[in-house]
């Protein structure tokens, strides 16, 4: 039994079928890339795991428990994170107020000083712990994407699912990124990665699957996948972000 | 100390005053008592949540036909008693099925549930019980509803300021900022906001059930008067919604304007009060506490 198991999710809009039939499967503290072209249902499966859109047929299930049909919140105690690909922070907090509430609301439901320690530790490992009193809102994007980073691990989950995190990011922050995303693998976390940026892909994935029309089309190691024909066709006529 | 010392004090002080003040003076404290504690109650949920109800009139309007219909079969206690559990359960019926809906959608429900309650019950007086109008005969001095009237208030800021520190609080605020992110941190939004939701239901009966002897005579268009609601948010809103002492700050100036201008103007009185929302709007969008900390904070960075 493996800790994530995506068992033939289905999500129709209408007569749209964005994930069609999508089946696979990650371990405790693997990483794995979602490729796949613009629109090709990659979001939409990280909405159908963390619950943020029911699914029309499947099943999700994290360590043997069904979490598909569970509400937003209960996924979220169950130990799956997210951010998003617009980043959303709450900009009248604080750096530390943001980050506080997964540690509040989550899997250990801290309170007082607990959750303020989970809330230090998670902003530490982004290296915003220096501005933990500052607002939000007065962030640059980079800080923002890295604050949504720290709310999700503040939540202590044991699945992480990222939608295009490392996007926007200039050369150097994107080699420090890649270095956290490693470190945090390295720690146990399993994580669901959808990225262009096939370098960094490259770099923290040993293991891709990949979308195309809402169909998996490729499950294999990250080197034989980006020669895959097939995958190759299903980028062409698309430009390749990388 | 002094913190914690001025509260009862001020409470203390209060309580007295209506030793000193005319009748007329005593219908203007009882007055702002209520609406002190309609607009604290009513930010208790919507000051955090931003989820803007109109519903206000229809939970106070509840309360004063609770005590209508109750006040010569029951003792008093009882009366607020079945009062509250009205209002309680009223809340969690509208609760479970509307709170769903976001923005301008729930103020246009929560509006059209004020005047639903209304016609309703106009219905049934008309229809089944054969009156429109129902006399309050109770044993309850001005003094005692003044007295009644500052408990409840005094109650819905302890309330609330227990409230904000708690969990509860965290994920009120959190749900006002962004539903996607509370949900996805753990946050039961059903639960959080109809319990925030049901609380501050059943203070605003309870304030209706208390000041409804002041009525004498009561029948649905008087009570479920649809300016109760309105005043009560713009209260809020100019004082601070989402500040403990925002909604009491707003509601004493602002009653007290609205009583000068009823009896001056009784006429255009409308026209002004229209005016005063505008105002308050383009003016102190956040409300006056908000506004004057950020002075407070930009004097202090100079």
């Not at chain 1, 089946?23 to 499966?45: M, Q, V, W």
């Not at chain 1, 933990?132 to 503040?154: P, V």
Request: charged letters at 15%.
């Amino acid at each position: 039994m493996s800790f994530l198991e995506i068992i033939g999710a289905e999500k129709r809009f209408g007569g749209l079928r964005a994930v069609d039939g999508v089946s696979f499967a990650l371990e405790r503290g693997e990483i794995a890339g979602l490729l796949g072209p613009n629109g090709s249902g990659k979001t939409t499966l990280i909405n159908l795991i963390s619950g943020a859109l029911p699914m029309s047929a499947g099943e999700i299930r994290l360590g043997g428990r069904r979490i598909s049909g569970l509400g937003r919140d209960r996924i979220a105690r169950a130990g799956v994170a997210r951010t998003f690909q617009l980043v959303r922070i709450l900009p009248s907090l604080s750096l530390r107020e943001n980050v506080m509430i997964p540690a509040v609301f989550g899997r250990r439901a801290h309170w007082g000083r607990e959750a303020e320690r989970v809330a230090a530790g998670a902003l530490d490992l982004v290296g915003l712990s220096a501005r933990a009193s500052a607002s939000a809102g007065d962030l640059t994007y980079i800080d923002q994407k890295r604050l949504e980073l720290a709310r999700a691990l503040a939540a202590e989950p044991e699945l992480l699912l990222l939608d295009e995190w490392l996007a926007g990011l200039n050369p150097t922050e994107l080699a420090e990124g890649v270095a956290l995303i490693r470190r945090l693998q390295g720690e146990g976390l399993a994580i669901l990665m959808v990225e262009h940026i096939l370098d960094a892909v490259r770099a923290l994935c040993p293991r891709v699957v990949v979308m195309n029309s809402g169909r998996l089309i490729a499950d294999e190691a990250t080197a034989a996948a980006l020669s895959d024909p097939k995958v190759i066709a299903a980028y062409l006529g698309e430009e390749a972000d990388a | 100390m002094i913190r914690l010392l001025l509260p009862p004090a001020a409470l203390a002080l209060l309580a007295v005053w209506p030793m000193m003040v005319s009748d007329y003076g005593l219908g203007l404290l009882i007055g702002a008592a209520t609406y002190v504690t309609l607009a604290s109650a009513w930010a208790l949920f919507s000051g955090q949540t931003h989820y803007v109800s109109l519903a206000t009139v229809a939970f106070y309007g509840t309360g004063a036909y609770a005590v209508a219909v109750l006040n010569e079969a029951l003792p008093y206690p009882a009366v607020l008693l079945c009062a509250a559990l009205a209002g309680a359960a009223m809340a969690l019926a509208v609760g479970l099925s509307t709170l769903r809906l976001r923005g301008v959608y729930f103020v246009i429900f929560s509006f059209g549930l004020a005047e639903l309650v209304r016609q309703l019950i106009t219905w049934y007086e008309v229809n089944v019980t054969g009156t429109l109008g129902r006399y309050i005969f109770l044993d309850v001095t001005a003094r005692g509803i003044y007295w009644q009237m500052l408990a409840l208030g005094a109650a819905t800021i302890a309330l609330t300021a227990w409230i904000n520190r708690s969990r509860l609080g965290m994920a009120l605020r959190v749900i006002g900022d962004d539903e996607e992110v509370a949900a996805h941190s753990g946050i039961n939004l059903a639960r959080t906001k109809l319990a925030a939701f049901v609380l501050s239901a059943v203070i605003l009966t309870l304030a209706g059930a208390i000041t409804s002897p002041r009525y004498v005579y009561v029948e649905p268009s008087i009570v479920f008067n649809p300016t109760v609601s309105f005043l009560t948010v713009i209260m809020a809103l100019l004082g601070g919604a989402n500040r403990l002492w925002g909604p009491a700050l707003g509601a004493v100036p602002l009653f007290l304007a609205f009583e000068w201008l009823s009896a001056h103007f009784p006429d255009t009185y409308p026209v002004l009060l229209g005016l005063l929302f505008i105002g308050v709007v383009f003016l102190v969008p956040q409300g006056i506490l908000p506004a004057a900390e950020r002075l407070m904070r930009r004097r202090a960075g100079a």
